[in-house]
């Protein structure tokens, strides 16, 4: 057992299952991820008294399916001095998860998936506090005995808090484990994502659009010479063809199973845990792929990263 300290955007997740009709309703494009204000976002929480609530934002859902998993993990995020950060601190605690929230003044961010009967989901965020991570202020406990980082890149909306944290950990020697977040903030911050990627870098999580924008064309045509001007494992997500991974030359590719998600919220972030997981349990490379594989098809199986940790344990007897 490892202790994996995570760090990100601090969003309570909500996932309300919806007809399409109602996405239209609201002005919102099927499909589509849409940036609002809180009141905008708050309008339209009586019509989803049935949805999922659960403290997330990317790292959080990983430290929250690590702890599933049986490893130790920490999170540190931002959050407001509203009843949502109340909920979000109670909600990961009841995970396992120790959790560093920064209370702050202003608004806990919210993150609404809206899931239609084909799956679709049209997704309506407000960041609100999610960026005010001050890396200042994490106490020593959040370090001490961790292996590794976990940071989201959606992190960089304060640049300069993402370097501090990531170069803070490093030099207490733990490794880095980096996920660029999503397409737009990898657009805005390649040069800055690339530098750390090739400084301070163990492992690196994206999917086939974030690839794109960081490494400027196709996974298939552009993975290797981006890979080898990196020290990093470089991990590429890509939905039903499965998951890539190059290490130095090693290059190993993972499929999947088909399987219709009922809610893919942190699919993703549920596959880091689980490579992550495997690895810091000596896995070999192609092992940990299929595990991560599998633990982010349970995700995807459950609303609202209702995570079964009778099920996850399962798993590792089922891969040998």
């Known amino acids: 057992m490892a202790k994996i300290a995570c760090a990100g955007n601090a969003l309570l997740d909500i996932n309300a299952f919806v007809r399409a009709e109602y996405v239209q309703r609201c002005g919102f494009a099927p499909g589509s991820t849409n940036h609002v204000d809180h009141a905008s976002l708050m309008a339209l929480l009586p019509d989803l008294a049935d949805a999922f609530r659960t403290a997330g934002g990317g790292a959080a859902n990983t430290a929250r399916v690590l702890s599933a998993l049986g490893q130790v993990s920490v999170f540190a995020g931002s959050i407001g001095d509203d009843a949502a950060a109340d909920f979000y601190q109670a909600n990961l605690s009841a995970a396992g998860v120790t959790a560093f929230l920064q209370r702050q003044a202003g608004l806990t961010g919210v993150f609404c998936a809206l899931i ?48 501090a944290l990531i170069q803070t950990a490093h030099g207490r020697g733990l490794r880095i484990s980096f996920d660029v977040g999503g397409r737009r903030v990898t657009e805005q911050n390649r040069d800055l994502f690339a530098a750390l990627i090739r400084d301070y870098c163990t492992w690196v999580f ?40 190059l290490r130095g030359g090693e290059v190993i590719e993972s499929p999947v199973r088909a399987i219709k998600p009922l ?57 040998l």
């Open 206 to 245: 994206m999917n086939e659009d974030e690839f794109q924008a960081l490494a400027g064309g196709p996974v298939d045509t552009t993975l290797p010479a981006f890979a080898a001007s990196m020290r990093a494992s470089i991990i590429v997500k890509r939905g039903q063809a499965g998951a890539v991974c």
């Open 116 to 163: 239609d009967e084909q799956g679709q989901r049209t997704i309506v965020v407000c960041p609100g506090i999610a960026s005010g991570l001050q890396v200042n202020r994490l106490p020593a406990a959040f370090f001490e005995g961790a292996s590794v980082l976990h940071v989201d890149g959606f992190l960089a909306a304060r640049p300069d808090t993402l370097l």
């Open 263 to 319: 809610d893919a919220t942190g699919a993703g972030d549920a596959f880091a845990a689980g490579f992550l997981h495997a690895i810091l349990e000596t896995y070999p490379l192609a092992r940990a792929m299929r595990f991560a594989n599998r633990v982010a098809e349970h995700a995807i199986q459950v609303p609202g990263m209702r995570i079964d940790p009778a099920l996850l344990h399962t798993l590792p007897g089922l891969l």
